[in-house]
């Protein structure tokens, strides 16, 4: 009986304990920079669009991998529409569409020596490029 309550009493701290560490870690925090949210290392910037004072579409480039997010510049933390797409050529799109606080994507495509469309939008303005960046 003692063997069965104390294993009882462990089991229940053990259970505890893991509780509160997954109660106590929360949501990663947001990416410092663009190249932060597409992943860091050799993440570049090749190209960007501005929307007035209020955020940048960026594109960003590894290589192999092209990257897109729209950071927001003006109202970062406040709740606004943000997007950001990307669409190698001969292949699917993908794009990230939601009121966000600071940014939205990373979306990502492995596209080395392809063209891409990419763009993105910021509230009620959008943009997006012709077929682009293609080697």
Do not use: Q
């Not at 109202?75 to 606004?80: D, E, I, K, L, W």
């Amino acid at each position: 009986m003692r063997m069965i309550k104390r294993s009882a009493t462990l089991s229940l701290g053990l259970a505890a304990a893991l509780a509160a560490s997954v109660t106590l870690s929360g949501p990663a925090a947001a990416a410092s920079t663009p190249i932060g949210a597409c992943g860091g290392g050799s993440y570049h910037v090749i190209d960007s669009h501005a929307f007035g004072s209020s955020a940048v579409t960026y594109l960003l480039y590894n290589g192999t991998t092209n990257c897109v997010v729209t950071w927001k510049t003006g109202a970062a933390g406040n709740t606004t529409w943000v997007r950001a797409v990307i669409w190698p050529y001969g292949g699917e799109g993908k794009v990230d569409a939601d009121y966000y606080r600071y940014y939205a994507g990373p979306v990502k495509v492995n596209a080395p020596g392809k063209c891409v469309k990419w763009g993105g939008s910021y509230g009620g303005s959008w943009w997006e490029s012709g077929w682009e960046h293609c080697g």
